[in-house]
Structure formats: structure tokens, C-alpha cells
């Protein structure tokens, strides 16, 4: 009998063979960590002598932003001596829960036909904490919730949501906490500016400490306590200012900034031993400004000059009061004072009165003045975006700021100049004249003749912005006129809390 001859090579079952005629593989994927849901081995198992390299690809609607590691959607992997194999893959954890992706395995090349096809990777929403409390709620970056407190109030956390598996991610909050800023000094010279001229300015005070950091929570109550900023210095009644409150929660404390010197001069115009320490910025974490105070005499023979100390922080300190002498013939006997220095912030020490001699005429050497400028503040984005904090006051400028028309921004204190030129104002603003002219008209000198064209918009002192722990500014006495102009201090602002928490969170499922 004949015999057909494809009996003689019958398949035994010992390889099984898929549709292209290879040896079997199969890819499973696996949840590493279940506590996180979104770590995946895809394990390969091939029953091959050989150590091929394997060609992976996920499909489905995944991108590569989708996973923490680099390597995005495809890449290849060896297989070791006992034909196994294992691709790691990871999810972000925040995100958007409808994505499903698989693994296509090949071999010889990507373009090759498919060898094997996972089960599909699900993802699915996770309940996250509910949280009341705070002034304002704020959605930051779709995928996190801020409550952000600008008053002392609880911080109630209702349900800590899946904690079963998700307790240590979706219990933790990142937070931040500013002090309040200290308050501006005053002037109170207890005279008036005939015979003994009095010029004096007074100190800015300095931002609140600003702190950023992390905690678990539970389901409790938490205290927010919300620094305020501190009171500026009152004249007459002699009330010194206050350094900025502390801000706390989770037991986390940012101090307030250091207050602001003042001038106190007794009728003689002299300032008296006693009240000297009056003049000196506040010591805190971070420091007030100093005050200055002058003397000139009705003669113009020469002047007493007294300047405070910076106070001094464990952060940043506060700038100096300063006075300079000019040539021969100048305004009060050769000195003048020049401004009140600034308080510090969370990113510098406070700055000096600013001065420059400037030549436009005659005289040839006058004064652009100012006092110190709030430092620059702290900048945060745990709102999304850039964010500051913690802007230094500025002192009190010269009380009759007279300048140039080149340098009009320098007549007042407590304002930062970005790098491209616009500035800032969340620190208080000290008294001043703000220079929009001219100090007098070419030729028309000495003192005491016609003045024209003189500046004649002094600037009133202004508090620091609440929610910054940003320092007030600090007063100064006359105007362009000998009228008062600002003798108080202005308060810091008030600090803030905000505290921030996962609100859109994933998991992967098989």
C-alpha cells in the first residue's frame, strides 16, 4: 500500500507552534506594587534555545508623558539564559484615569509580525481627601487643590479617601507658611523745623519668614494660625511699631519680620540717650531697616547726625539709614540724609538708601535720593504659578527728596525692580517725596532764594500687601514744603498658609 509522505514528519505536541510557525511567547503584565497600582512588569516567557532580542510596543491610548520612566512607548529587551524576561513600566500616579494600554511583542526587528499581545493595562479614579476650610479654594494644575488662608481657621480633613492602599500618597499635603511682616517706623521730632532743622526718615520693616515643606495627615481638625502683620509706629503717642506675628500649622513656624526703627528727638532736637536704641531695626528671623535722624543747625555751620542699626535676622538682615556730605555750599551745612534703609526678605538682606550724585547743571553734584527699596521677596509655585512673598518695606526716603529728572524712582522706599525693569510694590511703601522734577531752576541758588519747578508729589506711606508677610513702610516728616507729610509707620501684611493636595489621582487595574 502506498504511503503519503507528510505522515512522516507528524507534529508530537511537544513545541507548540503559534500562526507563524515559531515556538510559543507569551507576555503577562503584573502589578509590582500594590500599594501604588501603577507599577507593571510585563513578564515575557519564551520557550526558545536560543537569546533573542525581543521589539516592545504599547498600544492603546497612552502617550509617553503618561509614564515616569524615558523610555517611552517602545524599545527592545534580551532574553536571559532561561528565556524569561521582564519590561517595567510605571504610570503617573496623578493624571487622568481613562488610559488602557497592552504590550505587542516581535521579534527580528520592530516591523515584524506580532509574536504575542498582552491583556489590557486599565486605569481607574481614586477617591482622594475631602478638605474644607481656608479663604479661597484654587484649582492648580488640574490635578491638585489648594486652600489658601488668609485669617487663622481649621483646617478640616473630612476623608482621607482610598487609604486602604493609597494612605502614605494620597494623606500627604505640601504646604506653605509666610509670618507677617514687620510694621514701618515713625517720626516724631517733638519740634518744628525753625531754627534746628529736623530731617529724619524712619525704617521699613522686614517680610515674614516664609517656609515650604510637606506632612501626612489624618482625619483630624488642624489649627491655622495666620500671622498678622505688625503695627506701624505711631507719632505723638510715641507707639513703637511691632515685629509681624508668627504663622503655624502641623506644628511648622514661620516667624514674623522684624519692625522698622523710628526717630525720636527730644525739643532740643538732640535724640536722647535713652530713646538711641529706638532708631535700630528689629532683630527677627529676619531684620528691620534702621532709621536716620539730622540735625542741622539754623546756621548751616554744620549738622548732628544720627543713624541706627540694621536689625539683625538669622535669615537676612535690614538695611541702613544713610547721609552723605557734599561739596562746599551744599544744603545744610555739607550733610544731608539721604533715607531710611529697608527691611530684609526670605532672599536678601535689606538694601540702603539709595544715593547717587547726579550732574545736570548747576550745582553740579545733587542728590537722587530715596529710601532703601523693598529686597526681593521669595518666590513659590505651589499655586501653579510664580508666586512672591516676603518683600522687604521700604524706609521712609529723605523727608524733603528733592532730585534730578533722571532718577524718578528712587524718591520712594519699598518698591523691586525686576531684571526687565518693572517693579514690584507688595512691600509697604515709605514716605517721600517721588521725584517728577527738577530740584530748582538752573542758576537759582543757594537755598533760601526762588525755588521753581520743585518736586511736588510726596508720597504717602503704604502698608504691605496681605497674604505676603511683606514689611510697612516707613514715615517721614515734611514734605517739599515743611508740611507733614506721613510721620507714621504703615503695617505689614498679614502672612498666609496655603496648603496643597492631590485631587485627581490613578491607579492601574488588570
Known amino acids: 500500500m502506498k504511503r503519503f509522505g507528510f505522515f512522516k514528519n507528524e507534529f508530537k505536541g511537544s513545541e507548540p507552534v503559534n500562526a507563524a510557525g515559531l515556538p510559543e511567547v507569551t507576555i503577562t503584565p503584573v502589578l509590582a506594587n500594590v500599594n501604588l497600582g501603577n507599577v507593571i ?45 521582564t519590561i517595567t513600566k510605571e504610570l503617573y500616579q496623578i493624571g487622568n484615569a481613562n488610559v488602557d494600554f497592552y504590550m505587542d511583542i516581535r521579534t527580528g526587528s520592530p516591523a515584524t509580525p506580532i509574536e504575542a499581545t498582552s491583556t489590557t493595562v486599565f486605569t481607574e479614579d481614586v477617591e482622594t481627601m475631602t478638605v474644607t476650610g481656608g479663604d ?17 481657621a481649621n483646617l478640616n480633613i473630612i476623608d482621607l479617601g482610598d487609604n486602604a492602599n493609597f494612605y502614605s500618597t494620597l494623606a500627604n499635603v505640601e504646604y506653605l507658611t509666610a509670618g507677617g511682616g514687620g510694621g514701618g517706623g515713625y517720626v516724631d521730632l517733638n519740634t518744628t523745623p525753625l531754627g534746628n532743622i529736623e530731617l529724619a526718615s524712619a525704617g521699613g520693616g522686614g517680610g515674614g519668614e516664609v517656609i515650604e515643606s510637606s506632612n501626612i495627615v489624618s482625619l483630624a481638625n488642624y489649627t491655622v494660625t495666620v500671622g498678622t502683620g505688625g503695627s506701624g509706629g505711631i507719632s505723638n503717642t510715641n507707639a513703637l ?11 511648622t513656624i514661620a516667624q514674623g519680620g522684624g519692625k522698622g526703627g523710628s526717630v525720636l528727638a527730644k525739643f532740643n532736637g538732640e535724640i536722647d540717650s535713652a530713646d538711641l536704641d529706638k532708631l535700630n531695626g528689629g532683630n527677627a528671623v529676619i531684620g528691620g531697616g534702621s532709621a536716620g535722624h539730622i540735625l542741622a ?58 544715593t547717587e550724585d547726579l550732574e545736570f547743571g548747576d550745582p553740579p553734584d545733587t542728590p537722587a535720593i530715596g529710601g532703601g527699596r523693598g529686597a526681593q521677596g521669595y518666590t513659590t509655585n505651589i499655586l501653579g504659578n510664580t508666586y512672591k512673598l516676603a518683600y ?54 543757594p537755598p533760601g532764594t526762588a525755588f521753581d519747578n520743585w518736586p511736588q508729589n510726596p508720597t504717602i506711606g503704604r502698608k504691605g500687601q496681605d497674604g505676603t508677610g511683606s514689611g510697612g513702610g516707613g514715615g517721614a516728616p515734611f514734605s517739599y514744603n515743611y508740611t ?25 487595574t488588570i
Open 41 to 85: 512588569n510585563f513578564n515575557i516567557s519564551a520557550n526558545r534555545t536560543t537569546q533573542p532580542t525581543f521589539y516592545w510596543t504599547l498600544q492603546g491610548n497612552v502617550a509617553t508623558g503618561d509614564f515616569t520612566d524615558s523610555e517611552g512607548l517602545s524599545g527592545n529587551i534580551q532574553l536571559d539564559a532561561t528565556g524569561n524576561a
Open 136 to 152: 479661597e479654594i484654587i484649582t492648580v494644575d488640574q490635578y491638585y487643590t489648594a486652600h489658601r488662608y488668609n485669617a487663622s
Open 241 to 251: 511699631p511691632n515685629n509681624g506675628a508668627n504663622t503655624s500649622i502641623f506644628d
Open 297 to 354: 543747625k539754623s546756621d548751616f555751620t554744620g549738622a548732628n547726625i544720627t543713624i541706627g542699626s540694621a536689625g539683625v535676622g538669622t535669615i537676612y538682615g535690614g538695611g541702613l539709614a544713610s547721609s552723605k556730605t557734599f561739596g562746599s555750599g551744599s544744603l545744610f551745612g555739607k550733610s544731608y540724609l539721604i533715607g531710611a534703609g529697608s527691611g530684609g526678605s526670605m532672599d536678601s538682606d535689606g538694601r540702603p538708601a539709595f
Open 392 to 445: 522687604g518695606g521700604g524706609g521712609g526716603a529723605g523727608p524733603i527728596g528733592f532730585s534730578t529728572t533722571v532718577a524718578t524712582i528712587y524718591g520712594v522706599g519699598g518698591i523691586d525692580i525686576d531684571a526687565d525693569g518693572s517693579t514690584q510694590s507688595v512691600g509697604g511703601v515709605g514716605a517721600g517725596e517721588y521725584n517728577n522734577g527738577t530740584m530748582f531752576t538752573r542758576g537759582v541758588y
Open 484 to 508: 507733614a507729610l506721613s510721620l507714621d509707620g504703615t503695617e505689614g501684611g498679614n502672612g498666609t498658609v496655603i496648603v496643597k493636595y492631590i485631587s485627581s489621582f490613578r491607579k492601574a
